[in-house]
């Protein structure tokens, strides 16, 4: 499996922005997916994750925030980042864990694919 991740980019404070993720492959939509993020000296860290059946999964710091949506016949997800924050500032990478999933994992070991990264900078 594949994943590839576009849509980041310079954003002022307030703003928004749309990743989206799409994966090519022996794929599944049974698979989770998740979006994670990376800033300069810290840990990676699960921002949101989705399941095959739609249920969702959000980090505090962006509920209300971010919303995490896939479509399956296209092998995609998407990440609608609104009311940017500096603080949301980061590498995104979004990811995928093989099986039937019904539990989504806020922990980086449990995924299995992982895209390129892609920038979000947001300015104050």
């Known amino acids: 499996v594949q994943l590839q991740a576009f849509g980041g980019g310079l954003v002022q404070a307030g703003g928004s922005l749309r990743l989206s993720c799409t994966a090519s492959?022996?794929?599944?939509?049974?698979?989770?997916m998740g979006w994670f993020r990376q800033a300069p000296g810290k840990d990676r860290e699960f921002v949101a994750g989705?399941?095959?059946?739609?249920?969702?999964r959000y980090a505090d710091s962006v509920k209300g925030r971010f919303t995490i949506t896939r479509d399956n016949a296209k092998n995609t997800v998407y990440l609608q980042m609104n009311s940017l924050k500096p603080e949301d500032t980061a590498v995104y990478y979004c990811?995928?864990?093989?099986?039937?999933?019904?539990?989504?994992?806020?922990?980086?070991?449990?995924?299995?694919?992982w895209g390129q990264g892609t920038l979000v900078t947001v300015s104050s």
């Open positions: 990811a995928a864990e093989k099986g039937r999933i019904r539990n989504i994992r806020i922990e980086v070991r449990e995924y299995d694919y």
């Open positions: 492959g022996r794929t599944s939509s049974s698979y989770a």
């Open positions: 989705i399941i095959g059946s739609g249920g969702t």
